[in-house]
């Protein structure tokens, strides 16, 4: 049965909202999770996601409109499902203070299934899922306390995910009443989290039920948190707004969406400011005022007593979990198999030398070597497939993963059609992830979708490694450094520049033979690097 979905309340004081973009198209697919529209409110432009599977069948505020909230926003159900019936008497569906699932057995349901010992007005927040392979999440930092006032859009916490730091605010008012999971500690998805309610209310009871179903988990934007993670996208035009908040002891910079804008506009290095808004947080006034003689910095000294054993204990990330985890079943479940090859770069450094004579064009040898593997991969689709349990995949679309080292582990950001862009584009997206990964700011969308990936430790003095599979893939290139030394050509001994590449190859998926039709194919490009502009 369809559901309504209304424009939502995504801030203590917001009355309308205008839809900044629709993410989805109505017939596209939506899944729980699925960003569905951007949605600019009086403090910032915030993500609306989606808390239901189906298909949208209707948008009701279209994007660059302005709705009070509570209007009809959109319409999921059943593809091809007749909504008329919706859409003719939909007021006072619109008017309704929340979504509303149109079914009304399963509003029955719902309703049954809420504990009675919940006191009126309190609300039991659970661990969410905030991205879509997370099972647990560990509390990085609590910017509320036992206590606290705590306001509709207000940030409860931090929550670090196998894939990133994200902020989790509250969609209620009232007081915290309790926290259910500390500081550091992890907690499976849809473990007690925290509870808001009235100032002196009795919660002991709840707590001797943990059984009882929270009413968070009814199907309404109102009782379902969301977490807006540190990587919104920047409000075209927006008041100061504090979505966007961080912690200073994790080394991430605690500013507002328009307080970065600003900054990036400005050129300034949000590093440098100092936040005089609340717990510390860059606001717009900061970045108007900074003068560049403000800054100071220093660097304590750290003295170790030669001899002395020193250790510490450092918890296992949810990163760094999650790497062991695929890794290690991608190890121990794939047949892996390596091949190398060694190419002559003398032609592909002076190619480079030449384009990066452009003014403004500046490209890595990362760059040639990731448009090459695009273009080999569109001639050998073999290589661009993935193995499942009951079937295997070949890919018409190349989305080429370039691993990146960040401080917890390793991210692997996509460059989705990889064959279609230039080299400088290659090189731009390249940069902007590599720096986004190691400042946790990469979004879910960004780092899933990989069809191959690309590793390369050439930078780091490396000749020649291997690497193990990024499952489902079927393969991933390691990538070395160019190292000068004696190669004959033409009969005789002179000095060149080669470059070792091995191809990790899965065997359920990729023969011996295939991986090497493909190495040859590579090797042609790079060695010949004006095919890549042609």
């Not at 070597?369 to 661009?384: D, G, T, W």
């Amino acid at each position: 049965m369809a559901t309504i979905i209304n424009m939502p309340r995504l801030s203590d004081t917001m009355e309308e909202g205008t839809v900044a973009t629709w993410l989805k198209n109505v017939g596209d697919i939506v899944s729980e999770g699925d960003i569905l529209a951007e949605i600019e409110t009086d403090k910032a432009t915030m993500e609306f996601e989606s808390f239901y599977d189906g298909t949208l069948l209707h948008i009701g505020v279209h994007a660059g409109e302005t709705a009070p909230v509570d209007v009809l926003l959109a319409i999921i159900g059943e593809e091809g499902e007749d909504i008329t019936a919706l859409l003719s008497g939909g007021t006072a569906t619109a008017d309704a203070p929340t979504e509303a699932a149109v079914e009304p057995a399963e509003q029955t349901e719902t309703a049954e299934a809420a504990p009675a010992a919940i006191p009126e007005g309190v609300e039991i927040i659970n661990m969410p899922r905030l991205s879509d392979t997370m099972e647990e999440g560990t509390v990085a930092s609590w910017l509320k306390q036992v206590g606290d006032p705590v306001e509709e859009g207000d940030i409860l916490a931090e929550i670090e995910t196998d894939k990133a730091t994200m902020e989790f605010e509250s969609f209620f008012s009232g007081v915290l009443l309790h926290i259910g999971i500390s500081v550091g500690e992890t907690a499976p998805v849809d473990t007690l989290l925290a509870i808001i309610g009235p100032a002196g209310t009795d919660v002991s009871a709840i707590l001797a039920a943990p059984l009882a179903a929270p009413k968070a988990a009814a199907p309404a934007v109102a009782e379902a948190p969301v977490a807006i993670p540190a990587t919104d996208p920047e409000p075209v035009a927006a008041p100061v707004a504090t979505v966007t908040a961080t912690t200073p002891n994790t080394g991430r910079i605690m500013a507002s969406p328009l307080a970065k804008r600003i900054a990036k506009e400005k050129g300034i290095d949000l590093q440098l400011v100092t936040g005089t808004g609340e717990s510390g947080r860059i606001v717009k006034r900061d970045i108007e005022q900074y003068t560049p003689a403000a800054v100071t910095t220093s660097q304590p000294t750290v003295f170790v007593p030669a001899g002395q054993e020193k250790q510490e204990e450092i918890p296992n990330s949810q990163m760094r979990k999650t790497i062991a985890k695929r890794l290690g079943a991608s190890k121990f479940t794939a047949p892996h198999y390596y091949l190398s090859v060694e190419l002559d770069m003398d032609a592909a450094i002076a190619f480079r030398k030449q384009y990066n004579s452009i003014p403004d064009t500046k490209i890595s040898f990362n760059d040639i070597v990731v448009k090459a593997v695009a273009l080999s991969l569109r001639e050998h689709p073999q290589v661009n497939s993935q193995w499942f349990d009951d079937k295997m995949v070949l890919n018409h679309h190349v989305h080429v993963g370039v691993a990146v080292a960040v401080e917890d582990g390793l991210v692997v950001p996509v460059l989705r059609f990889a064959n279609e862009m230039n080299l400088p584009q290659i090189g731009t997206q390249v940069r902007d992830y590599a720096g986004r990964a190691r400042s946790k700011k990469l979004t879910p969308q960004e780092i899933d979708g990989s069809t191959f990936t690309v590793s390369n430790l050439g930078m780091f003095g490396i000749t020649e490694f291997t690497s193990i599979i990024n499952q489902p893939n079927s393969a991933i290139l390691s990538v070395g450094a160019i190292v000068q030394k004696p190669v004959v050509k033409d009969g005789e001994i002179v000095v060149g520049n080669t470059m070792k590449l091995t191809l990790a190859c899965d065997h359920r998926t990729v023969d011996g033979a295939t991986g090497a039709q493909f190495l040859q194919t590579l090797k042609e490009f790079i060695e010949n690097p004006i095919r890549l502009v042609v």
